[in-house]
C-alpha cells in the first residue's frame, strides 16, 4: 500500500513538472491539497453496487457529506452496462422537489450529457464498451466551463450553465431518473449493470489528477461523495457488493 501510495505521489510531481496547466498558484495549490489526501487516505473501499435487470423501481440512495449548493463540481464515477440500441441510460441524478437538479445520462445515439435543471451539454464520445469506463464531469458556475472525461482524456470544453448554482434539498440517487421528488421512474430510461467508485468534490480538480484516479484503484479526498464512507441505502433488485473480498453476500440494507 505503501509503495501505491509513493509511486502516485511521485507521479503527481513529475505531472507538475510537465503541465502547463499547473503553472498558476492556485492550481498547484489544489494539487498540493490532492497529494496531501494519498498521502494520508486508504485505497477506496471496493464497494459495488450491481442493478441486474430493467426494473422501474430499482435504485439506490447516496446521503452526502454536505448538501449539495454549488457553484463548482466534480463528479466522477465507473460503470459498466451492456444496454445496446437506441436506449438512454441514466448514471446520476440530483433532484430536487421541482427540478432535474444534476442529471448525468448516456443518450440514445451513445453521448454523454450533462443537464442542470434545464438543457443539457451534449459530448461527443467514443463508443463505450461493456467493460468499466470512468467517467469525470466538471462544472464551474462563473465561467460556464464544462469537461466530460472518459477514461482520463477530456472532450473540448463547452461553456454551460454560466452564473448557475446547485441549489440544495434534493436527493442523489443511481439507477433511476425521477420525474418527481423520489418517484415516477420509467423502467426504459433504468440503468442495468454495474457503477461504483462514485465521488463529488464542491471543486473542479485539475486534470492531471482526474487522469490518475482514471487509471485504477480510485484514491479520495471527496468531500461532497465519499465512496469509501457515503451511506447507500438500495431498494428494489438494486444489490452492493464488496468487490474487495470474496464475500459476494449482498448488503443487509438491501430492500426485496
Request: glycine share 8%; hydrophobic share 40%.
Amino acid at each position: 500500500m505503501q509503495g501505491i501510495k509513493a509511486c502516485l505521489v511521485a507521479r503527481i510531481h513529475i505531472h507538475i513538472s510537465r503541465s502547463q496547466e499547473l503553472r498558476s498558484v492556485n492550481m498547484k495549490l489544489i494539487l498540493s491539497m490532492f497529494v496531501a489526501a494519498v498521502l494520508l487516505s486508504d485505497v477506496e473501499a471496493g464497494r459495488s453496487l450491481v442493478f441486474p435487470e430493467e426494473t422501474a423501481n430499482s435504485f439506490v440512495e447516496l446521503f452526502p457529506a454536505k448538501e449539495l449548493s454549488l457553484n463548482a463540481f466534480t463528479l466522477c464515477l465507473r460503470f459498466a452496462t451492456e444496454l445496446k440500441g437506441k436506449r438512454e441510460v441514466i448514471l446520476f441524478a440530483y433532484r430536487t422537489q421541482y427540478f432535474d437538479e444534476l442529471n448525468v445520462w448516456r443518450e440514445t445515439d451513445g453521448r454523454l450529457s450533462l443537464y442542470l435543471s434545464g438543457p443539457g451539454a451534449l459530448f461527443e464520445v467514443p463508443e463505450l464498451g461493456p467493460l468499466a469506463n470512468h467517467v469525470c464531469l466538471t462544472w464551474e458556475s462563473l465561467t460556464g466551463r464544462t469537461t466530460m472525461y472518459v477514461n482520463g482524456r477530456s472532450s473540448a470544453s463547452q461553456i454551460f450553465q454560466r452564473g448557475h448554482r446547485v441549489r440544495p434539498g434534493g436527493k442523489i440517487i443511481l439507477g433511476q431518473d425521477p420525474d418527481n421528488f423520489l418517484g415516477d421512474f420509467q423502467a426504459k430510461q433504468s440503468f442495468v449493470g454495474e457503477i461504483f467508485g462514485v465521488n463529488m468534490w464542491d471543486y473542479v480538480l485539475p486534470s492531471v489528477a482526474i487522469q490518475l484516479l482514471s487509471t485504477g484503484e480510485d484514491f479520495s479526498d471527496a468531500n461532497v461523495l465519499d465512496w469509501a464512507t457515503v451511506t447507500l441505502m438500495p431498494a428494489g433488485s438494486a444489490v452492493e457488493y464488496n468487490k474487495s473480498s470474496l464475500d459476494t453476500s449482498p448488503n443487509p440494507q438491501t430492500l426485496d
